[in-house]
């Protein structure tokens, strides 16, 4: 059993992949085994969470997320422990695997009952109540046990699932259960990393219940980028140079913040040409900072970070950036002036040389003619469209931040949390990833790496000091 952190990457796997690897592991395994792994693997989990516990309810669903929960209280009882089962199954209809494990809890002695527990007095509670074969929204019984749980002052140790999470694509259309842990069983599914995800699984942790059979992944969960060594002999030229187009009247605070991340991530030389008719500026915090007039870039030679604080006016310089652009980074207006001109969208398409297009879910929205409620209710379903529609590698960015690029499974990236949720820290990204590029990544890792790298500051930032955007930027390696 792991603990899923983001020092390494993961192999993720969605409810047909996770389906069709049960399937073999049960013929290889015999009836039952499998489930009898995950009650145990439950268990342990339970008692390394909370060593001392005594009091533990555990909430049953009708299938064998809950056959796994009656075979984790099988064992807790063994083990002196006091669990209390609440059942919500029919014997009538009820699967082989779950009612074998029913009939071992109650050998067993396990305190079936119906009464919800008096909640202040349990140590752990446990949902067994749903995992891959949530279909609809709960209601009912169901329903007043996911209250219950997220009611409880006790830890909540989801199986499979926090109940209600769907585990393709991280979101949840009816009451979920919140956990503080989760063990998934079997794969790891990409739902428990994007979208309410993160907010509903707690801690994951993985156990695959059988070694070696595999089947291919649907998705990646990102692992740290390589080190990059700096060649003793290397020179500002080593490094490639970046240019940010954007910073309309009002606005160039967010070309500065793209500019400045660039520098502090390593860029040789960075340019700003600013939209806000041509005035240049020293930014204090930045000397290293050329300014340009945007005719002035030779964009041939240049990663360019294109719409940072761009406004409408930026829709008129796209012409030539797509066509000329060495390496290009389209944000935030770039990304709306493309989605409301078709004559962009053709020449983004047409475009050969290295793109990576960042957009939030309501950019992401507007390029597909969508809605953000859409775009967030399968985010890699949406951020594949985007890749196809687009022929570009894609960065759709919230929580659980989804890269991907046609003919490639998407990666999740496992750093950040809600303290980037500020003004300008999109700005900052776009910076990050034109540095990858100027420095010669593809567009698929520079979307990769400056997405966990701009994360994983976030994740390691101290808890007294504010994280503004242009801190983050200077606090790049
Ligand atoms: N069969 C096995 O040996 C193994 C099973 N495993 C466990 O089995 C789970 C999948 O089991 P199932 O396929 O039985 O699926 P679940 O146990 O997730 O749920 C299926 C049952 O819940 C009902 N249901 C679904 N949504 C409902 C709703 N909103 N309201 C009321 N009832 C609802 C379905 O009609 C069905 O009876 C995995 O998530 C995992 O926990 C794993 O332990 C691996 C081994
Ligand atoms: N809750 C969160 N968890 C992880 N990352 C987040 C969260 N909220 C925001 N972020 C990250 O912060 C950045 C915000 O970018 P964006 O929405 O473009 O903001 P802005 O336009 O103000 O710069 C993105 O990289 C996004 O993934
Ligand atoms: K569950």
Known sequence: MHPITPERAWALHGSAATRQLEARAI?????????????????????????HARQVWIACGPGNNGGDGLEAAMHLQHWGKRPRVRWLGDEQRLAPDAAASLARARAAGVLFTD??????????????????GNARAATGDLAACIAALNAS?????????????????????GPAVRARHTLSLL?????????MGRDLAGQVWFDALQDGDTVPSDATLAGPPPARARAHASHKGSYGDVAVLGGAPGMR?????AASAALHAG??????????????????DAPELMWRAPPELALARLAVACGCGGGPQVAAWLPRVLAEAAQLVLDA???????????????????AQPTVLTPHPLEAARLLGSSTTAVQADRLAAARALAARFGAVVLLKGSGTVVTEPGRAPAINPTGN????????????????????????????????????????????????????????????
């Not at 605070?253 to 913040?257: E, I, M, S």
């Not at 776009?430 to 976030?458: D, I, K, P, R």
Request: include cysteine; charge should be negative.
């Open 115 to 132: 009464a919800m527990p008096e909640l202040q007095s349990q140590d752990l509670a446990i949902d067994a109540l749903l995992g891959l």
């Open 333 to 351: 207006d770039a990304l709306n002036a493309v989605a409301a001109d078709t004559g962009l969208q053709d020449a983004l398409r047409w475009r």
């Open 187 to 195: 794969t790891l599914k990409p739902g428990l990393f994007t979208g």
């Open 253 to 257: 605070g967010a070309a500065v913040l």
């Open 27 to 51: 013929a290889a395994a015999g009836p039952h085994v499998l489930m009898q792994r995950a009650g145990l693997a439950t268990a342990r989990l339970a008692l390394a969470l909370a060593p």
């Open 267 to 284: 860029a040789g030389r960075v340019y700003v040409a600013a939209l806000d008719a041509g005035t240049v500026d020293l930014a204090a």
């Open 418 to 477: 809600a303290r980037l949720a500020t003004a300008g820290t999109g700005d900052v990204l776009a910076g990050f990833v034109a540095a990858h590029l100027a420095a010669g990544s593809t567009a698929w890792e520079a979307a990769c790496h400056a997405a966990y790298a701009h994360g994983a500051l976030a994740d390691t930032w101290p808890a007294g000091r504010a994280l503004t955007a242009s801190a983050l930027a200077r606090a790049a390696a």
């Open 153 to 173: 002052a006790a830890p909540v140790l989801a199986i499979d699932l926090p109940t209600g999470l769907a585990a393709d694509t991280g979101q949840a259309h």
